[in-house]
């Protein structure tokens, strides 16, 4: 450990309160929230005619073949007028109104520069942004910082921030706030960093789904408009930013040269029994977080929390013990100060200290951030790494192409000799590997027998009923990377929804199979700020299975694509009977919902019959819990969103 780090562990908390208590949350459980102000005609009236005109606008620049990056910079302020205009019960307050109104002018204002050919707002310290999401197609905002005298000729570290929740926290709120908060007063030290403020679909999900999409998405923008060092990109998030903090860093651990993660939200549901297996299964992806704590070896983690935060301060406590379970026991002077011994992860508490953070601590923090942001991402010689899933599956140079079972722990211990000649790597529930960096390699000894391969920059490893070898082509399904299942995977990259438009063996079905759509797209536009892509199913190409994660909806008779894929998925359907995981049920009133890869794309998933299949409540909670696994046969239920759930499942490894 170097001298910094020696100090920064040896500093000890004063005592006094934080400097970010939590007043908003203890006034709320005393007395509800008041109701939201309602605008009035006018107020609708005037924000639909800026809007509009707006909207003219950002078409007009369309056709003038204006740079993409740019447009999405007047087109956020125009999505943001759209989204008051469908849920004007999101104002909140006469202020919200006010500042929608601001907004729009701000957009006005923008787009009149722009087609004269001037985008003043890309100077000062601070700028919003806005981005086109490759996920829906979408329009989203974020907002970028910059340092004093930055020189854009110089590459610069990255502070990715993930906010907290926010109950009014619109787009018209986000693109409002952000330019206002004084540069002269940052949150952390500066040290020459840019700092990104994601909007993370506002609070849907908690930073999943789309809200995770955003993180990198908006980071993506970032990194193509401005001067981004790559291996100097520090993640932050505090509260509800803290529990996305938590998901991302440790789900994509060789992302970031750091992480820093605040008072983030434990979930004591995925350590409960008592679900069906395929729901159970699934916890381990999103809800059962600590249990990734080992990723942390290579990722310099620091989690703080507020002393009297309650529960707030479970998700470091737990990830704390889960890296002493791991062989990584944490050791300090007392609670306030530890380091988990063997890894470069802290963990400290502000003393006397609600939902926020005291000002030793903060600056404590901002030491860690500089460290690591100096050092930068290094390769590591020893990597450790587990998963439960192929969707995360890479840390630095290891990738795990495939388990031997999904939702069961898998891990990799994989160390190198300093010359990079000799490999000693042992695993557990992993059935390939990819490993780069690996030019120099001569030996390579894995789960004790010794694999001849010639040195290159990337060696592919398979375990067999010998033992382990060099990769042959993958041959037949397999759970992948991207084809991993469940249901809700489909959902993190591009997706498209096809509506049936013809005459349907059953009708119920038929009905029901509308009702889940307008469901997912009215929910999902609420609360992750989107409206998906939907098309008909006379208006689908060939190249759309290529281009995205499709998605049926409807029965072999209304959707013309869905006997086209019908024979290569594992599911029998007629007129009168359907048939899934061993299960057959009346197709009069019972239809199927899956995800499989395609047939028609490969690399992509065909889904039949259904969105997120998350509860109501999950979109507005820190974690929607999947419903259906990867299959499922659904009863209709007559004037219902909500299809019955009849039998649920997980497929195998090989999709079957």
């Keep these: 450990m170097n001298r910094l780090s020696l100090a920064f562990v040896g500093l000890m908390?004063?005592?006094?309160?934080?400097?970010?208590?939590?007043?908003?949350?203890?006034?709320?459980?005393?007395?509800?929230?008041?109701?939201?102000?309602?605008?009035?005609?006018?107020?609708?009236?005037?924000?639909?005619?800026?809007?509009?005109?707006?909207g003219a606008m950002v078409r007009e620049l369309g056709?003038?073949?204006?740079?993409?990056?740019?447009?999405?910079?007047?087109?956020?302020y125009e999505k943001a007028g759209r989204w008051l205009i469908e849920f004007p019960?999101?104002?909140?307050?006469?202020?919200?109104?006010?500042?929608?109104?601001?907004?729009?002018?701000?957009?006005?204002?923008?787009?009149?520069?722009?087609?004269?050919?001037q985008s003043p707002w890309l100077g000062g310290q601070r700028r919003t942004h806005g981005y086109r999401s490759a996920l829906d197609g979408s329009i989203q905002p974020y907002g970028v910082m910059l340092p004093v005298g930055y020189d854009a000729s110089k590459p610069a570290r990255l502070y990715v921030w993930m906010h907290g929740r926010a109950k009014n926290l619109t787009e018209a709120e986000f693109l409002h706030s952000f330019p206002k908060k004084n540069p002269a007063k940052p949150p952390v030290a500066e040290f020459g960093q840019i700092q990104l403020e994601v909007y993370g679909r506002?609070?849907?999900?908690?930073?999943?789904?789309?809200g995770e999409a955003d993180v990198f998405e908006a980071l993506a923008a970032v990194q193509k408009r401005y001067n981004i060092?790559?291996?100097?990109?520090?993640?932050?998030?505090?509260?509800?930013?803290?529990?996305?903090?938590?998901?991302?860093?440790?789900?994509?651990?060789d992302r970031w040269a750091a992480a820093e993660i605040g008072a983030g939200t434990w979930s004591k549901r995925g350590y409960t029994t008592g679900y069906p297996p395929h729901q159970q299964a699934t916890l381990t992806i999103w809800e059962n977080i600590p249990d990734w704590a080992l990723n942390a070896f290579n990722l310099p983690l620091a989690g703080h929390d507020g002393e009297n935060d309650g529960a707030q301060l479970e998700s470091s406590i737990k990830a704390r013990e889960q890296l002493a379970k791991e062989g990584f026991p944490s050791e300090g002077a007392d609670k306030y100060s530890m380091i988990a011994k063997g890894t470069r992860s802290i963990f400290l508490m502000s003393k006397d200290t609600g939902h926020g953070t005291s000002p030793l601590v903060r600056e404590r923090l901002d030491a860690f951030l500089k460290e690591h942001g100096d050092r930068g991402l290094v390769s590591p010689g020893r990597i450790r790494f587990v998963t439960y899933t192929t969707r995360y599956n890479r840390n630095h140079w290891v990738t795990v192409d495939a388990l031997d079972k999904h939702y069961e722990r898998a891990d990799v211990d994989a160390d190198r000799s300093e010359d990079g000649a000799r490999y000693k790597i042992t695993t557990h529930n992993v059935a390939r590997l990819?490993?780069?960096?690996?030019?120099?390699?001569?030996?390579?000894?894995?789960?004790?027998?010794?694999?001849?391969?010639?040195?290159?920059?990337?060696?592919?490893?398979?375990?067999?009923?010998?033992?382990?070898?060099p990769a042959r082509k993958l041959v037949g399904l397999h759970k992948v990377h991207g084809l991993s299942g469940p249901i809700e995977d489909a959902f993190l990259e591009p997706f498209l929804l096809v509506r049936p438009t013809g005459k349907p063996w059953n009708e119920a079905v038929n009905q029901q199979v509308l009702r889940t759509l307008a469901r997912f797209d009215r929910l999902y536009a609420r609360f992750l700020r989107a409206h998906p892509r939907v098309v008909d199913d006379t208006e689908v190409t060939a190249a759309d299975f290529k281009k995205y994660n499709v998605v049926l909806f409807g029965d072999p008779g209304s959707n013309r694509w869905i006997p086209r894929v019908l024979g290569k998925l594992p599911v029998r359907w007629t007129r009168d009977a359907v048939s899934l995981g061993g299960q057959t049920?009346?197709?009069?009133?019972?239809?199927?919902?899956?995800?499989?890869?395609?047939?028609?794309?490969?690399?992509?998933?065909?889904?039949?019959?259904?969105?997120?299949?998350?509860?109501?409540?999950?979109?507005?909670?820190?974690?929607?819990?999947?419903?259906?696994?990867?299959?499922?046969?659904?009863?209709?239920k007559p004037g219902e969103d909500v299809a019955e759930t009849a039998h649920a499942g997980l497929f195998s490894e090989t999709w079957r």
Excluded: C
């Excluded at 309160?17 to 949350?25: D, K, L, N, T």
């Excluded at 307050?93 to 004269?116: C, K, S, W």
């Excluded at 100097?232 to 860093?249: K, T, V, Y």
């Design 13 to 54: 908390l004063v005592s006094g309160r934080g400097i970010a208590q939590r007043p908003a949350a203890d006034a709320a459980a005393k007395k509800p929230d008041p109701p939201p102000v309602q605008p009035t005609a006018e107020d609708l009236r005037k924000l639909q005619v800026k809007t509009d005109e707006l």
């Design 434 to 469: 990819t490993l780069r960096e690996m030019d120099r390699a001569r030996q390579i000894e894995i789960d004790g027998r010794e694999v001849r391969v010639k040195a290159a920059p990337v060696v592919a490893l398979e375990k067999s009923g010998a033992g382990w070898r």
């Design 202 to 210: 506002w609070n849907g999900a908690g930073y999943h789904f789309a």
């Design 229 to 253: 060092d790559p291996k100097r990109i520090l993640l932050r998030g505090f509260s509800m930013g803290g529990e996305g903090a938590w998901h991302i860093a440790l789900h994509h651990p």
């Design 63 to 76: 056709k003038k073949r204006v740079n993409d990056d740019l447009v999405a910079d007047v087109a956020v």
């Design 585 to 636: 049920l009346p197709a009069s009133e019972h239809f199927p919902a899956l995800v499989y890869p395609s047939p028609l794309g490969p690399g992509r998933y065909v889904v039949l019959n259904t969105g997120l299949t998350i509860e109501d409540r999950g979109y507005r909670g820190d974690y929607g819990m999947p419903q259906l696994g990867d299959f499922a046969l659904l009863k209709v």
């Design 89 to 117: 019960d999101e104002f909140f307050t006469q202020d919200g109104i006010n500042h929608a109104m601001a907004v729009l002018d701000t957009g006005l204002e923008r787009a009149r520069q722009l087609l004269g050919g």
